[in-house]
Structure formats: C-alpha cells, structure tokens
C-alpha cells in the first residue's frame, strides 16, 4: 500500500525537475510512512510513497524487469501474485524480490497493456515501457484505489490524492457542473472532480499515452455477466458463494504486518469475520465504534460477533471534536465529500492502527447484494403508482407533511416524505431522486445568480446515474439499480471515504466482499434471488443461515451513519454560525445569503430536517476557505522565490 504520483513532459527533450517530483511525492506522506522510491528519466518521473506490508526488506519501489526497461510504482495489493509468479516463472521471467510489485512488470511484458485483466486485487498503477515510450495509468475492476490525473497543454501529471498534482499546478479552477453534481449527490463522480483540470481515472479502465496522445481503454465491463442458468439449485450458488467469499477472505489476511476487521455488527462486516475465522487460526482483532444516541448505536451486535468468533475487540463511542476533526476531513478528502459517514470511519480508523496495520472491511455487500432501503422502495414505487391518484397524488403527500420531524436514526418522517416526493417518477429517475439531497428548486434558491448563469439551467445530477442504468436494459429492475450504485455510489462515495479516512492514519483497508469474482457472481444472479419481496440481501442472509446468528441475519436494516441533524445543533453548531454565516457566504460568491440563512434557521428551529444539505454546505465552505487560504500562502511566498540571491 502506498501513495504514487508522477510527471510525464509530452516533449522528449525536457527534463523533470526533481525537485518538483519530490514536492508532489511529499504531499503523499500519510499514504506511505514507511519509505519512499523515484524513477527520473528524461522526460517522464515517478514517485511513491510507501506502507510497507509485504515483502518489508525487498518490496521498495519502483520496480523494473530484468533489462530495465521497464518500471511500476503501484498502490494497492495484488492477492493472486503468487500465482500470477509461477505462471510467469515457468513462461522464463525471473523476478529479483517476492513483493506483488514485481509481478505487474512481467505481466506487462507476457500481455501488453492488457495485463490488468489477470489481476485480482485493488490497485492503482503507473508503469513506464521505456522502449516504447509509453505511459500506462490504471485502476482496479470496483474503483478500491484511487487515481487521478491531469492533461496539460504541456504535461500529464498524476497521483493517488489531488494534493500530489496541485504541488506541481497550484493554478486550479472550480468545475461549476462538479459542483452541481456536488450538491445533488454529496459527493464528486467519475470522471469529474471538482477542479475544471483534473480527473478521476474510472474503475475498470487503463489510460495509455504515447507518441503525444492519451486513450482510456476499459478492460473489465460488469454489463457483460451473463446471469446463471436457472437449472442450478439454491443449494448449489449459496455454496458457490460461500467458497468464493471464504477464499477472497483468506487471500486478503495475507501479509507480514498485523491484521484486523472493521466490525460493525451488521451482516456484511460479520460475514468477513465469519470467515476469517474459517480461514485463520491464530488471534483476530475487531475495532468497533459507537454513539451515545442508542438509535445510532450498533455496538452490541458487533460484541455478540467477536464473542462468537473468539476474537480480540476494540470499541470507542464517538463524540465530535468539530474544531479539529472537521478541517482534517476537507484536507485529506482534497475536494467537498460530505458523505457523514467519513467520521465514523476516520475515528475506527484511529482506533485500529496502533494495533494494526491492515483491516478488512465489509464495504461492497448493500450494492451488490441488494441491502439499500431504496431497492425496497423502487419496488413499493410500483404498488404505489397504481393507487386512486387523490390517494397517491393528494392525500397521503397531505398526510406526510404534517409528520413531526425527528432527529433519530433514518426516521419515518424521512423516508415517508422522499419516498412521496419521487415515487411516481420513471424508475431510474426516482432511484436517482431518493439519493439525491438538493432537487432542481433548492439549487435555484441557493446558487448565486451567475452561476446559475453559466450552468445554463442545467442543475440536475442524474446524468451520471442515468447513462449507468442505460447501460443494462437486459437486467431486470433491482439490478438496474444495483449496476448503476456499484458504477456510481460505491465508487466515488463509499470507497473514496474509506481511502481517505484510513490512509489519514496510514491504515490499509481491504475489501473482501469486493473481490471482482464476487461481484460477478452477485450480478449473475436473477434479482428475484437476491431480492424476493421487500427482503433485502435475503441470498446473503440465507447463504450465511448455517454460519451467523439470527440476531445478526434477521435484523432490520442500519447502515453506517451519524447523528449528524443533533450535531449540527449542538456540538457542530460554531462551525455552522462562523463557516455559513451571510458575510462568509457573500465573501466566496458561490451562494445567496438569505436562502442559506432560512435553510439553516429551518434546521435549527426543527421544522425542517436540513442536515444533510446544511452538512454539505458547511464542507464546501470550508473546502473555498482552505482553498483561498492556499493561494494567499502562494502569493505571499511568490516575492521571495523570484528574488535574486545575495551572498
């Protein structure tokens, strides 16, 4: 595990500055404390910054092939290297470490660029053939690891976090449809980030340049998984998965560095647990978090996992420090993310890295084995469209808005009014709609005038979701959804906040429920498995029957969240006065005053749940504060590097 950054001058004749190549691999220190490795030639510089966890003496980076002509910096792990070794062994490849690393330069040199497909793992790569002077970016099948990039009239620069490419191009601009989508979804998708220059490499996909030119090219597409045949029994796929699930865990625990499992208490973390202990026989550390709001708080049903399994367990109950934490997530996340559920994973994080190194975690399971709330309302959206329309059209939207609002846990009142407000939209619209948190009309009363002037009005984020749920009109309903939330959500919300928040304590975290293999399988099955009636993740959950206890497997849904709408009233409350009061907002030009005023009174008054929205706003501002802050750094700094020396 490490971070990896680069700089690729299109120009042959013009040299990379080591010192520039050095500021960008600096700013990747949290991802990789324990070394670091350069590769200069010419015009092309790689740099890493390394964790190490395999191979500790031999695996420093970069890695080259026999003749040199060849070299890889990588993050990530690849769990069938030792495999993927022999093989290229017996083809006559000899290998001068035992680190994964090494593997990736001879599979380049046996298949070319499209080596990613024999991988299993999480990884980002950056290989340079020196021969054919050529540069191969690429990323793994679900998006785990991170990469972005930057094509500049003069150069391509890359890296595993944004700040790598800003400390060689500082001067960035504010994408506005970013921002857009920002707003929409509380977090940045593919390829977008929030700068107008740099981009996210998509999951799946490998970015060549050569001879002046850049091509992506995708190497792995889940809308190809042809479903099972229906002549295989229950029995028979519940043990599939069972041994694809055992064996994706037990290559996972791999490694020469301390082990643990993030458990939460529900069926995906237990599940990972489950079968660690099928698979490993010496001692196994859980870390738990948990709140003092007993809505939010999970942790009984994590203790009654590790009692189960015999496992070393850690828990915290979380109580925010808004004046340190809060600032800490606008910088390692390096654009506005208010996914809430960042906090709890930044404090398991810290609970869990003076114990270990690595965690398993298990991200992966709500998208593809159908485990969101919304799955259950796409389906009730079919039973409700078919109502008298002065019942689904008049009363019941009546009867919703006179709900009392609640500051508990996913309450009623909030399902109840977004379920009403989107159920009787097309279905990929309204899947889009109950994810989404400001609608059309509440970005027009928001944005500030010119920037609704230059997004021409478009200020809907369903683009994103739209092209993935029209990528497999072959699947039915549930998997449509499903598709569009694992090329979508779990990107680049789910798995950037575990990245981030991990790395921020230079903690790997791995997926086993991610294993590409796994998600084949889970795309193969027909959503009348996996989703009979509103039983969400029922194949999961009777898949697991012999193995967890039923406290675990017949509880209702949770999900990983924080009592964020009592936060912000209480102990997040002096951020909100100092970073959305009306002179702040009026200094950044990016919103109206008086419409973030009344949102925020709303909130605050409980006449409204806002929290989300105001969470959101709160993030982005904090983001323009640094951002501002940066500039100012850089032009104050600017006189005294352009100064000429003096003895």
């Known amino acids: 595990m490490c971070g990896i950054t680069g700089k690729l001058y299109y120009q042959a004749e013009r040299l990379v500055e080591p010192e520039a190549l050095t500021a960008m691999c600096q700013q990747l220190i949290h991802r990789g404390p324990d070394d670091d490795g350069y590769y200069l030639n010419r015009n092309i510089g790689l740099a890493m910054r390394r964790l190490a966890i395999i191979d500790l003496p031999g695996g420093k980076q970069p890695i080259h092939n026999e003749n040199r002509t060849v070299w890889a910096i990588f993050n990530g792990e690849i769990y069938n290297f030792s495999d993927l070794r022999h093989n290229l062994e017996q083809r006559g490849h000899r290998f001068y470490t035992r680190s994964d690393t090494e593997v990736i330069v001879h599979l380049y040199e046996e298949y070319g660029i499209d080596f990613p497909r024999h991988l299993n793992g999480m990884f980002a790569i950056a290989l340079w053939d020196e021969t054919e002077r050529r540069l191969v970016l690429t990323r793994d099948h679900l998006g785990i690891k991170p990469l972005y990039y930057a094509a500049l009239p003069d150069r391509l620069l890359f890296g595993s976090e944004i700040k790598s490419i800003r400390a060689d191009h500082p001067q960035l601009t504010v994408d506005l449809e970013a921002l857009n989508l920002y707003l929409s979804l509380l977090y940045i998708p593919a390829p977008y980030s929030m700068y107008r220059e740099i981009r996210k490499l998509e999951p799946g996909h490998t970015l060549v340049w050569q001879d002046g030119h850049i091509r992506l090219q995708r190497y792995w597409n889940l809308a190809a998984v042809e479903q099972f045949d229906r002549r295989l ?45 099928q698979v490993h026989n010496g001692s ?21 996992i590790a009692e189960r399994f015999g496992t070393e367990h850690t828990e915290m109950t979380v109580r925010p420090d808004a004046a340190s934490l809060v600032p800490k997530l606008v910088d390692h996340f390096d654009e506005p993310f208010a996914d809430s559920a960042a906090i709890p994973t930044y404090y398991v994080s810290q609970l869990a890295r003076p114990h270990v190194t690595v965690a398993l975690g298990g991200d992966g399971g709500d998208e593809i084995f159908s485990g969101y709330l919304t799955y259950q309302a796409d389906k009730l959206a079919r039973l409700y469209d078919k109502l008298p329309h002065a019942i689904s059209r008049r009363l019941i939207p009546s009867l919703v808005q006179r709900l009392p609002v609640s500051d508990t846990k996913v309450s009623f009142d909030f399902k109840a009014r977004r ?6 939209l097309e279905p990929g619209q309204r899947h889009y709609a109950w994810k989404a948190f400001f609608n059309e009309s509440l970005k027009r009363a928001l944005l500030a005038p010119e920037l609704l002037d230059s997004l021409n009005g478009h200020l809907l984020g369903y683009e994103p979701y739209r092209q993935q749920y029209e990528a497999v009109p072959h699947l039915d309903p549930i998997s449509r959804f499903q598709y569009a939330d694992t090329k979508v959500y779990l990107p680049d919300d789910n798995l950037v906040r575990v990245d981030r928040m991990s790395m921020a304590h230079s903690l790997e975290v791995r997926v086993p429920l991610l294993d590409h293999r796994v998600v084949e399988f889970a795309f ?70 008086g419409a973030v005023l009344q949102l925020v009174r709303e909130h605050m008054a409980g006449r409204a749940d806002y929290s989300r929205n105001i969470w959101a706003l709160l993030l982005f501002n904090l983001w323009v504060e640094q951002q501002q802050s940066q500039r100012r750094a850089e032009v104050d700094a600017l006189p005294a590097m352009l100064a000429p020396d003096h003895d």
């Open 233 to 277: 029994s229950l029995g028979e796929l519940q043990e599939e998965l069972r041994t694809l699930l055992s064996d994706a865990t037990r290559r996972q625990l791999v490694a020469d560095v301390p082990v643990g499992i993030f458990l939460s208490g529900g069926i995906d973390s237990s599940t990972v647990v489950a079968f660690a202990r």
């Open 284 to 304: 196994l550390r859980t870390f738990a978090i948990g709140f003092d709001d007993p809505s939010y708080d999970e942790t009984t049903y994590a203790r009654l």
């Open 419 to 424: 379920f009403v407000e989107h159920a009787l």
């Open 524 to 593: 193969r099955l027909p959503g009348r498995l996996k989703m009979p009636g509103l039983r969400l993740k029922h194949f999961l959950r009777e898949t697991m029957r012999p193995i967890l206890p039923a406290e675990i497997l017949d509880r209702r849904k949770r999900g990983f969240n924080v009592p964020m709408s009592r936060w912000l009233k209480h102990e997040l409350r002096p951020l909100v006065d100092t970073y959305l009061a009306p002179g702040t907002i009026q200094r950044q030009g990016y919103f109206q005053p």
